[in-house]
């Protein structure tokens, strides 16, 4: 077997007294499409943050083609290939929508401070070429009639859109999305869905994403892994975890206990 | 130098400390209150060059040159020694962690019998004058001009923008806060040297808190993150409490207050500043102009 792109091997944490997520292993493959569901305060978005290193996990290890993450630098890792987006959304909101791709691809511009400030020819042909990869990026994503916008005056849609399109920025190969769907009318989730496919498909990256929102789920992930109290309870295909007893338990409370309401 | 020169000259000097606190605390996001420590550090050793070491031989203008070097240098420095600890702190507590820098250095300086300690530092020689001043001035503002417009100082934005959004863009956040830091320390030195070269008389009583609030106050007046708006507030507020003395006698008893009252009035109907975070850009202008004919 290949080595997966990303895997996790029993990854524990814990706040203090409090295990937050419990020997959570996973892998996924190059293209793969992978979901994590739980209820809230599951631990999903910490398993995120111990991916994406804002957190360093307490136990286990993190590796992305085969080498640890563990210790790593957020930057570092990002650099080395794991973009995310947020929960709550995090772009530059005082920033234009150009400036917010153009960050991402910060850490591949070559030129140093002198020629930053002296403005030399490398300055001016590196900069030309990161505008030029920005722009086709937010053609890809229709949003290169808003490039001069600030980014906090995009609607909550498109600002979606942008996180996504900056995570892409950093060339990545696995691509984590933090609930995308989380505030969108049934119409936006639905173009969401169609989105998220089609950037596994047009860039050829894995995707990794949390959401609550079901239909989204079933209808993209290709393998689901569902998490409860910290506790990895099932793993398997969409179908199979609709069906799976545990998964049903933790979402609707087990059957004993509606009896006793 | 008469009145009117000696304000001008000043004024530049207030410029470039402005425009250099601006890029740490508007531009990078890091609250400091340390910027009179900088300044104190720029001052002394710019100084010093000109007292102990200076050669007679060379022309003043390249012996203030050096002098300004090693104002810029060895403050930046002390802003590397300073930020590598206290950058690691946010918002309040690196704000209380440079202002106690800048107080140690004021006391620094004052148990210093080489520099003159409590006497004060006299017979600098008089270098600056007001071409050289505002030469600085022009370099200060267009490094940072320029800086904002490479991907180092979109870097440095994107810190005070979101930390963490930058961090997970691959920028290593604390490097860049750093560079902001130790940046803005290096001008805030240079300024000092050009003012010890002018005042001739130093004191470590010129450099307390007091100077690093007031140049805080220039640029949140300008707006924070601006650097026209640090220009145009280093400009007033080293014009106006000397415009209101020769308003009359009361205006003149009540100058300071009135200087309060106007500050507050501006916070109340302009609390992000005259300019906010935008520039004054003429091309602008030509564009507008441009886009009505289309």
Redesign the interface.
Known sequence: MTTPILETQALTMRFGGLVAVNNFSMQMGDTDLVGVIGPNGAGKTTIFNMITGIYEPTEGDVRLSGKSLVGEQVALITQKGIARTFQNIRLFKDLTVLDNIRLAGHSRMKYGLIANILRTKKFHEEESRLKEEAIKLLKIFKLENKMDHLAKNLPYGEQRKLEIARALATKPKVLLLDEPAAGMNPNETADLTKLIKWVRDEFQIAILLIEHDMRLVMEVCERIYVVDHGELIAHGNPSEIQNNPKVIEAYLGAQSEEGEQ | MDYLAHLTLNTGIFIILAVSLNLINGICGQFSLGHAGFWAVGAYTGAAYGVFLAPEALPDFINLFISCGIGFVVAALSGLLIGVPCLRLRGDYLAIATLGFGEIIRILIMNMDVVGGPRGFTNIPNWSNLFWVYFWVVITIV?CA??L???????I??IR??E??????????FKYKT?AFVIGAGFAGLAGSLFAHAQQFLHPNGFTFMWSVIILLMIILGGLGSITGAIVGAVILTILPEMLRFMGETVSQWRMVIYSILLICLMLWRPSGIFG?HEFNILKFFKKDEEATS
Request: charged share 25%; aromatic share 8%; no cysteine.
């Open positions: 490094f320029n800086l417009r490479g991907t180092h100082g979109r870097a934005i994107s923008e979101d963490i959004a930058a961090d997970s863009m691959g920028i290593y956040t560079l975070k």
